[in-house]
């Protein structure tokens, strides 16, 4: 099975161009009047350097947009490229970086391009099995994800703490605040603090037996996904929000794309079958997740 | 750290080589691909049982010697067997997830 050759991480199998993510590069802006365009060359394969921001070493820069050049600080030029992800909406207020290590950037698209390579495995795998009932397999892949994020998280707790991290946010638009009581009014926390509340939360529900029913006979409630399965993923789904708008970089050094990729196109894929989430519970990834969508 | 391509947090690669982090990552890719494992070999397998249980019960109306009740009962019969193991599937003690 295909699919599973993804797991063994082994870059430059399949790839796609024009996949996955929104890099920060601030490469785009820069044109050298002289280079032609090259459908194989990724845009931030261009030499930038400090030179850029001298004229008189490079007189030919004059079609560089004035913004870029007043932004752009040579005392701060170094070889810098953030991953993490962030909307397109959003960059033109993001920093602009000078530069960036051209053979680790392919190598890391082309890695993040496999990992999202185009299986119909999954979206196969999400289908309601004949004759099953449908609150039962929702609730088993609630479960699923459930520990699926438990470890995705697990791993870079590390690096995810509340000094890094002082509030839960998704890039810098979307905070999501957490109600201790029912009825109080919610609050900001660290985002450690936000993800620990979350899954007990959600354990504390799949132990109540009048929600997630364990004994045979045992029904499920009535609006069960409605008033169970929805917000649960909905939450859920901030933490993937979380880890790739603030700790991709560390996920990508860590090699953990792949799985997380994965998982979350999983979850997308449910998600999308069954309607449970609408596109502004997607907030911060919507881009992200109507590419995965339309491919 | 010049060379570092990424914006990374100060003292990653310490902190990303220490053997707890190594522990953690490697136990959580063997988790996923436990799961996707399984997932996988779940919904495959459960598809050619129901292809079986269906061909057998259309090879039994043909022969119209049953009545037709009777093999809705065995059809929801077996859908009850498969609620009961994918019920199974979300209450079992995880053994890998603490490993």
């Given at each position: 099975m295909s699919f599973l050759q993804s797991f063994h991480l082994s870059p430059g199998q399949t790839i796609r161009s024009t996949r996955g993510f929104k890099w920060n590069t601030g490469a785009t802006q820069t044109n050298g009047p002289s280079q032609p365009e090259t459908p194989s060359a990724h845009k931030s394969t261009r030499p930038l350097n400090g030179n850029v921001a001298s004229p008189s070493m490079n007189p030919g820069i004059t079609t560089t947009p004035v913004r870029q050049q007043t932004s752009f600080n040579p005392s701060s030029a170094q070889h810098v490229t953030d991953f993490n992800y962030t909307p397109s909406h959003q960059k033109p207020f993001i920093q602009q970086t000078a530069g960036t290590t051209v053979t680790t950037h392919q190598d890391i698209k082309e890695i993040v391009e496999m990992t999202l390579g185009s299986e119909s495995v999954l979206n196969q795998a999400v289908k309601l099995p004949k004759g099953e009932n449908e609150n039962e397999w929702l609730a088993v892949h609630v479960v699923d994800f459930y520990n699926q994020i438990n470890m995705l998280y697990g791993t870079i707790t590390e690096f995810c703490s509340p000094t890094t991290c002082p509030r839960m946010i998704a890039t810098n638009e979307y905070e999501y605040l957490w109600a201790f009581e029912r009825g109080a009014a919610p609050v900001s926390v660290t985002a450690p603090k936000y993800v620990e509340c979350l899954m007990r939360w959600c354990q504390d529900q799949f132990d109540d037996e009048t929600i997630f029913p364990q004994k045979k006979d045992g029904a499920f409630p009535d609006k069960f996904v409605d008033k169970y399965v929805i917000p649960i993923l909905r939450r859920l789904f901030r933490v993937y929000a979380h880890v790739y708008c603030h700790h991709f970089n560390e996920i990508l050094e860590l090699n953990l794309q792949t799985v997380l990729n994965t998982s979350f196109r999983h979850f997308c894929l449910f998600a999308e079958e069954f309607n449970l989430l609408r596109s502004s519970d997607y907030g911060p990834l919507l881009e992200l997740v109507i590419e995965l969508r339309d491919r | 750290l010049m060379n570092s391509p990424k914006k990374l947090p100060q003292g990653f690669h310490r902190t990303a080589s220490s053997a707890k982090t190594q522990r953690l990552v490697s136990v959580c890719k063997m988790y996923f691909l436990d799961y996707y494992c399984d997932m996988f070999d779940y919904v495959?397998?459960?598809?050619?049982?129901?292809?079986?249980?269906?061909?057998?019960?259309?090879?039994?109306?043909?022969?119209?010697?049953?009545?037709?009740?009777?093999?809705?009962?065995?059809?929801?019969?077996?859908?009850?067997?498969?609620?009961?193991?994918?019920?199974?599937?979300?209450?079992?003690?995880?053994?890998?997830?603490f490993e």
């Open positions: - | 495959i397998s459960r598809r050619q049982r129901t292809k079986k249980v269906l061909e057998y019960l259309e090879e039994q109306k043909t022969l119209e010697k049953i009545p037709n009740s009777a093999l809705n009962d065995e059809w929801y019969g077996y859908l009850q067997k498969e609620n009961e193991v994918l019920r199974k599937r979300r209450l079992k003690p995880k053994h890998k997830d």
